[in-house]
C-alpha cells in the first residue's frame, strides 16, 4: 500500500475524544497523545509554529497517523496511559516521571486495610480503578472511613498476636475512628462484614449503604442532633451524585480479546481490542474486501483468526457481537448489557470510524474506487436492478405563485455535473400548481433527450412526496419510460423516500451514503431553481419599472438595459449620455422621470 500524505490523514480525523499515535517511516512508534477532539488536536501539530525545537523533529518525522476512538475525555487519559505504558514511545514525558494513576486497594489481610496507591501487586488483595485523579479516590475513602470505622495501621493482627496481647489501643480507637481489632475488641466477622459494604460502595452499588445512612439520620434527627443529622445528609448526596464509573473498564475484566464488525456492500471492517487489567491496551481494525458476499459471520471468523495469528494472542475469554464458530477452548461471550456490552459497543464504534476514515482517504486519493462503492451502496440500499451513475433531480420554485420555474440538477458517479443543469419556465399551467409544474417539466426533459438521442439517467429523483411521484410518474408512461428508468420521490419532514405504487415510504440510515448523496441533490436543486427564480423576479421588477414610463416600450427597455446594465446607472445618466443610446426624445422621459 503506497504512503497517504499526512494531509489526507488528517482531513479524515474524527472529531470525537480519543488517543492518537504518531508512527515513523519505519512504522515505529513516536508519540502517544490524548485529544478532546482528535482532528483538532492531532492538526494543531501541522498548523502551528512549535517553540521547541524536539516538537519540530517530532512533527518532521511523523509518517503515519493512528487514533483510538472512546466515549469521553476521561477514558482518553486512561488509554493514554496504558498505551504509553506498553509502547515507551521516545517522544512522551510521562515516561520519564512514571507517571501512573490511584487505585484504591482492598489488602488481603485478616483485617484488611484500605488505602490508595499508584501499584498494583499481584498478592491476593483487591485493587479498584484506575481513577483519573487522587482527590476523587481520597473523596471516597474519606466518605467510607467517616461511616465504617477500619484500622490504619500496619499490625500483622494475626489471631496468635492478638490473643498473646502484643499491640495497643492507638488514638484512632479513642477518636472512635477504629474499634481496636488490635486488641480483640472487634471481631473478625463483623470486620468483614464492613468491607463488603465497602467494595459495594466502591463499585457504584449504594444501595444498603444509602438505607443505612437514611435509617441513622432520622434516629439522630429524633434525638434533636441535627448538626450531625446534616452531616450525614451531605455524606447521602455525595452517594447519590457520585460517579463511580470513572475507569475505561470493569477491572475485573483482564485477559481479554474484544472483536466486532461493520460492513457494507464490498467491505468488513473488524475492530479488536485487547484488554488487560482493566485497561485497552490494543485497537487494530482490518479491512477485508469482500468476494463472494460474504456474510459477516463468515468475516469476523476469518479475521478473529487472522488477528489473533498476527499479535500472538493467548486470550482464552472473546468478547463477540454474535456467535461464531472458534477452537473449542476458546470461551466466547455475547454481552446484553454493563461494561462488557460497553466494550462491545466501543470496538464497533471504532470500525465505524475507521471506515469513514478510509471512505475520506479514498475520497482524496482514489475518487474512482470512492464513486464505485457508493453507486454499490445506493444500488442496495434503494432496491435498484443497476448502479444510478447518472442520476437527475427536479424541484418547483413558485414563491407566492409568482414567475414559475423549476430546476433539473445532474449528477454522475454521485457528483454534481453543472454544466448539464437545466432550467425551466413553467408554460402550460396557471397558478401555483406543484403538480402539473413537475408533470410538464419531466415531460419536456425527457422527450427532447429522447429526441436528441441522448443517454437517460438511471435513477430521477423528486423533490416531493407522492403527489410529486404521481405527477412525474403520467409523463413516463406518456414517453414510455415506465420501468426503464427507476424513479423515488424524498419528502423533506423525514426524509422518506418513496417509490412508484408503494404506500410505505423507505427509511434509510441517516448516516448512511446513500441519503447523503440524495438530500446533497434535492439541496442542489432546490438551491439552484431558487437562484434562478430570484433572478427572473428581479429582472421582470426592472423591466417592469422602466416600461412603466410612458412612451418606453420593450426595445427601448432592452437597449437600455444592453448599454448601461443596470437601472442605477440608468437614473445617475445625464440627458446627452441617454440620448446616444434611445435618441433625445425618449431620453427626455426617461431623465424626467428619474429626476
Known amino acids: 500500500m503506497s504512503e497517504i500524505p499526512i494531509q489526507v490523514q488528517l482531513s479524515a480525523l474524527p472529531s470525537n475524544p480519543g488517543v492518537y499515535q504518531f508512527y515513523d517511516s519505519n512504522d515505529k512508534i513516536l508519540y502517544v497523545g490524548k485529544a478532546k477532539s482528535l482532528k483538532k488536536r492531532v492538526s494543531s501539530y501541522f498548523t502551528k509554529n512549535h517553540e521547541y525545537g524536539k516538537t519540530r523533529v517530532l512533527v518532521k518525522k511523523i509518517k503515519t497517523i493512528k487514533h483510538i476512538v472512546v466515549a469521553t475525555e476521561s477514558d482518553a487519559l486512561l488509554l493514554e496511559n496504558s498505551l504509553i505504558k506498553k509502547h515507551q514511545p521516545r517522544y512522551n514525558v510521562l515516561l520519564r516521571d512514571d507517571k501512573t494513576y490511584p487505585w484504591i486497594c482492598i489488602k488481603n489481610e485478616r483485617f484488611p486495610r484500605i488505602f490508595p496507591t499508584r501499584k498494583v501487586i499481584k498478592d491476593g488483595s483487591e485493587y ?10 481520597r473523596t471516597l475513602l474519606d466518605l467510607v472511613k467517616s461511616v465504617y470505622p477500619l484500622r490504619t495501621c500496619n499490625y500483622d493482627l494475626s489471631e496468635e498476636k492478638i490473643n498473646s ?14 474499634k ?3 486488641e480483640g475488641l472487634q471481631a473478625a466477622d463483623e470486620y468483614h462484614k464492613q468491607i463488603a459494604d465497602i467494595r459495594e460502595i466502591i463499585k457504584g452499588n449504594f444501595k444498603s449503604s444509602l438505607y443505612y445512612f437514611k435509617h441513622q439520620m432520622k434516629s439522630l434527627a429524633a434525638d434533636m442532633e441535627f448538626e450531625k443529622a446534616q452531616r450525614i445528609k451531605e455524606k447521602i448526596e455525595v452517594l447519590e451524585n457520585y460517579q463511580v464509573k470513572s475507569t ?3 477491572p475485573k475484566i483482564s485477559d481479554v480479546d474484544v472483536f466486532s464488525i461493520f460492513s457494507d456492500e464490498t467491505h468488513g471492517y473488524v475492530n479488536y481490542l485487547q484488554v488487560s487489567h482493566g485497561s485497552i491496551i490494543r485497537s487494530h481494525t482490518l479491512e477485508i474486501k469482500k468476494k463472494l458476499e460474504e456474510s459477516d459471520e463468515e468475516l469476523l471468523q476469518l479475521a478473529i483468526v487472522e488477528i489473533r495469528q498476527r499479535f500472538q494472542s493467548n486470550s482464552k475469554q472473546l468478547y463477540l457481537p454474535f456467535p461464531v464458530v472458534l477452537n473449542s477452548d476458546l470461551k466466547t461471550t455475547i454481552p446484553k448489557l454493563g461494561d462488557k456490552k460497553r466494550l462491545l459497543d466501543l470496538s464497533t464504534r471504532n470500525a465505524r470510524f475507521y471506515r469513514q476514515e478510509r471512505f475520506k482517504q479514498m475520497k482524496i486519493t482514489d475518487p474512482d474506487r470512492h464513486a464505485k462503492r457508493i453507486m454499490a ?17 427536479f ?23 453543472k454544466k448539464e443543469y437545466r432550467h425551466f419556465n413553467i408554460k402550460t399551467v396557471t397558478g401555483p400548481d406543484d403538480f402539473a409544474s413537475m408533470e410538464e417539466v419531466v415531460f419536456r426533459r425527457y422527450k427532447r433527450l429522447l429526441n436528441e438521442d441522448e443517454p437517460l439517467p438511471q435513477l430521477i429523483v423528486i423533490d416531493g412526496g407522492k403527489g410529486q411521484l404521481s405527477s ?16 423515488i420521490g424524498i419528502a423533506k419532514r423525514l426524509e422518506e423516500i418513496y417509490f412508484p405504487e408503494d404506500p410505505i415510504p423507505l427509511y434509510l440510515d441517516k448516516k448512511s451514503e446513500s441519503l447523503k448523496i440524495i438530500q446533497q441533490l434535492r439541496n442542489e436543486a432546490h438551491r439552484f431553481g431558487i437562484t434562478f427564480h430570484r433572478n427572473k423576479r428581479s429582472s421582470a421588477a426592472i423591466n417592469s419599472e422602466l416600461e412603466n414610463i410612458d412612451g418606453i416600450g420593450e426595445k427601448t427597455t432592452e437597449q437600455l438595459l444592453k448599454d448601461f446594465k443596470s437601472v442605477k446607472r440608468i437614473r445617475e445618466a445625464s440627458i446627452d449620455t441617454l440620448a446616444k443610446s434611445i ?8 431623465f424626467e422621470t428619474f429626476h
Do not use: W
Open 377 to 393: 451502496q445506493m444500488k442496495s440500499d434503494l432496491r435498484l436492478s443497476v448502479e444510478p451513475r447518472h442520476i437527475e433531480c
Open 248 to 250: 475505561i473498564v470493569n
Open 583 to 590: 435618441g433625445m426624445s425618449k431620453a427626455k422621459k426617461v
Open 395 to 417: 424541484d418547483n420554485s413558485n414563491i407566492q405563485g409568482s414567475n414559475p420555474v423549476a430546476a433539473c440538477v445532474v449528477f454522475k458517479d454521485g457528483k454534481p455535473s
Open 180 to 182: 481496636g481489632p488490635c
Open 472 to 487: 412525474a410518474l403520467k409523463s413516463l408512461d406518456i414517453l414510455g419510460l415506465r420501468g426503464k428508468i427507476a424513479i
Open 165 to 178: 496481647g502484643k499491640f495497643k489501643r492507638c488514638l484512632e480507637y479513642h477518636l472512635g475512628n477504629c
Open 128 to 137: 479498584f480503578g484506575p481513577y483519573t485523579s487522587m482527590k476523587t479516590v
